[in-house]
């Protein structure tokens, strides 16, 4: 059920944690105004990993933020649309509501966990903060609570790490820590923007496979926002491509990889390393993502597009179900076309 605005109830298809509904998100700039987000809709259901994809500047965080209540201000604000979650609109909520929110049923795993943990506090300090402002924990219960979520990431002798500094810890060991600290009040949704991009390729892989584990043990939903699809490929279910702060195409992981049908996806996955690979260069789209602060006035990957029509430069394609469960905006949808 979701409760609107005018106080209308509407009824849901399917058990959707998360629904986010025409969502615009523009920062006023002395430059101009850039729509960093434009009209992005996309749901997520429980115990879902739906992979968001895309170029950086695709407008992949800044749709996170949005959710999270996040948006850097003054100059960042949201505009239209609705964003759902759990039958409500946050859009609606108070600062002090969302802050309520976030930590205890929404909460974020950042890109560097370097910068994201104070140099000042021991990692026990760190840890039990959600703890206690969220579930009221303290004395044995607190500590326990810390240890028990120490050893559910797999960090080694957590009675000695408890009282450490965020520099005694690898940087593997400090993602861990990040994830213990928002797994901590059992979420109903994390976001983890970019978790392994600061970690080498060897640890990357133990991260995502803890990731996996845990979500699978807790049920907890994720949105996966990444611009690697190796990654996506071995851990979402689901897959949202942003391009220009729009999304593009939307459908489950098997079918974006075996048959992509914009153009701009398929750029994406041809660019991608593959062992028995004959060609001497791997592919390339060519130009530049475009300036959200004077967009393209048609389709957004027109001046890229190698199929692109008159059309595409005119007007806007809206996203449309071309299959079950597959949305695409594009004039020209289909297999392989654009590579």
Same mark, same amino acid.
């Given at each position: ?10 009824? @849901?298809?399917?058990?959707?944690? /998360? #629904?986010?509904?025409? !969502? ?9 105004? %850039? $729509? ?94 959600? @703890?206690?402002?969220?579930?009221? /924990? #303290?004395?044995?219960? !607190? ?9 559910? %990431? $797999? ?105 992509? !049908? ?9 660019? %991608? ?67």
């Amino acid at each position: 059920m979701l409760k609107t605005k005018k106080g209308k109830v509407a009824e @849901l298809a399917r058990d959707v944690l /998360l #629904k986010v509904e025409n !969502l615009e998100t523009c920062f006023f700039t002395p430059k101009g105004v %850039v $729509r960093a987000v434009d009209r992005v809709s996309l749901e997520v259901d429980q115990g879902e990993i739906l992979g968001l994809v895309g170029e950086s500047g695709s407008g992949k965080t800044i749709t996170s933020l949005s959710v999270l209540g996040l948006v850097p201000k003054p100059a960042g604000k949201v505009v239209g649309g609705n964003i759902w979650f759990k039958g409500e609109d946050l859009l609606e909520k108070s600062e002090d509501q969302m802050r309520s929110l976030r930590g205890s049923q929404l909460t974020m795993i950042p890109q560097d966990p370097m910068t994201s943990l104070n140099p000042v506090f021991n990692l026990e300090n760190q840890l039990s903060e959600p @703890l206690i402002l969220h579930q009221g /924990l #303290k004395g044995g219960k !607190l500590r326990d609570r810390v240890i028990e979520m120490f050893k559910m %990431v $797999r960090i080694p002798s957590p009675l000695r790490r408890l009282k450490q500094y965020p520099h005694q810890f690898s940087g593997g060991m400090k993602q861990r820590a990040m994830i213990a600290m928002c797994l901590s009040c059992m979420p109903d949704l994390i976001i983890a923007d970019e978790p392994t991009t600061a970690l080498d390729v060897t640890i990357q892989a133990q991260i995502l496979k803890l990731l996996k584990e845990l979500q699978a043990k807790t049920r907890t939903a994720i949105i996966f926002i990444t611009h690697d699809l190796g990654v996506v490929a071995g851990l979402c279910t689901k897959v949202a491509v942003m391009y220009g702060g729009m999304i593009v195409e939307q459908a489950d992981v098997k079918s974006i990889f075996k048959s992509p !049908l914009h153009p701009y996806t398929q750029g994406l996955i041809a660019s %991608v390393p593959r062992l028995g690979r004959k060609k001497e260069r791997l592919f390339a789209i060519k130009g530049q993502p475009p300036n959200l602060l004077n967009p393209p006035s048609g389709c957004r990957f027109f001046p890229r597009c190698s199929i692109r029509v008159e059309k595409c430069g005119i007007s806007l394609p809206p996203i449309s179900e071309v299959e079950k469960g597959r949305l695409v905006r594009c004039f020209k949808p289909g297999p392989a076309l654009g590579i």
